[in-house]
């Protein structure tokens, strides 16, 4: 019987044929591996942010990163760099406080060049409205180009005093490119 094992020098796919590279479907050599980068992630801390009733507002106390491998998280913004356009993974967790436990509802969202894009997730506080708390996270892969730049937003529906964005590590914000 023949040998079940091809060599290397039997291979007629084009590119690197060695021992690091593996073959691709379309008859090509890949080196295996990558880096999910661009990657940013920040998170608030030490004050909160006044937020007005039912009106979407840009969280701005991302103040602290935890990491931002291309210097592209700058004033609470992700702007992707020049020639890193393609998939990424994005994420938002905003955690909102109000003065007398009157949170209706809360929405976390992901905004593309200044508007909502398809990232949203709501909480609606379906009991009396005695909620002095709420997280509300988001998530998802959007399609960026270089130069897109993306925030987090929130939009907190009360029933009476006053909410806050508490810029404790409960509210972050964070991508990363997804390898293709």
């Given at each position: 019987p023949a040998n079940a094992s091809v060599g290397l020098?039997?291979?007629t796919a084009?590119?690197?044929?060695d021992a690091t590279t593996f073959l691709r479907g379309?008859?090509?050599f890949a080196v295996a591996g990558g880096?999910?980068?661009p990657a940013f992630m920040a998170y608030g801390s030490?004050?909160?942010q006044s937020i007005s009733d039912n009106v979407y507002e840009k969280v701005t106390v991302l103040n602290t990163e935890v990491f931002d491998t291309n210097s592209a998280f700058t004033s609470n913004t992700f702007t992707v760099p020049s020639g890193q356009g393609g998939k990424y993974y994005i994420f938002g967790i905003i955690r909102v406080d109000n003065s007398s436990g009157a949170i209706r509802s809360s929405t976390s969202a992901i905004y593309v060049n200044g508007s909502i894009s398809i990232l949203s997730n709501y909480d609606d506080?379906?009991?009396a409205y005695s909620r002095y708390q709420t997280i509300v996270s988001v998530d998802g892969i959007l399609e960026l180009s270089a130069g897109n730049y993306v925030e987090l937003y929130n939009s907190t529906?009360?029933?009476a005093g006053s909410s806050t964005i508490n810029a404790s590590q409960a509210t972050r914000f964070g991508a990363y490119k997804i390898l293709t």
């Amino acid at each position: 019987p023949a040998n079940a094992s091809v060599g290397l020098s039997q291979l007629t796919a084009t590119g690197t044929k060695d021992a690091t590279t593996f073959l691709r479907g379309d008859n090509t050599f890949a080196v295996a591996g990558g880096t999910n980068t661009p990657a940013f992630m920040a998170y608030g801390s030490g004050s909160t942010q006044s937020i007005s009733d039912n009106v979407y507002e840009k969280v701005t106390v991302l103040n602290t990163e935890v990491f931002d491998t291309n210097s592209a998280f700058t004033s609470n913004t992700f702007t992707v760099p020049s020639g890193q356009g393609g998939k990424y993974y994005i994420f938002g967790i905003i955690r909102v406080d109000n003065s007398s436990g009157a949170i209706r509802s809360s929405t976390s969202a992901i905004y593309v060049n200044g508007s909502i894009s398809i990232l949203s997730n709501y909480d609606d506080q379906f009991e009396a409205y005695s909620r002095y708390q709420t997280i509300v996270s988001v998530d998802g892969i959007l399609e960026l180009s270089a130069g897109n730049y993306v925030e987090l937003y929130n939009s907190t529906n009360i029933n009476a005093g006053s909410s806050t964005i508490n810029a404790s590590q409960a509210t972050r914000f964070g991508a990363y490119k997804i390898l293709t």
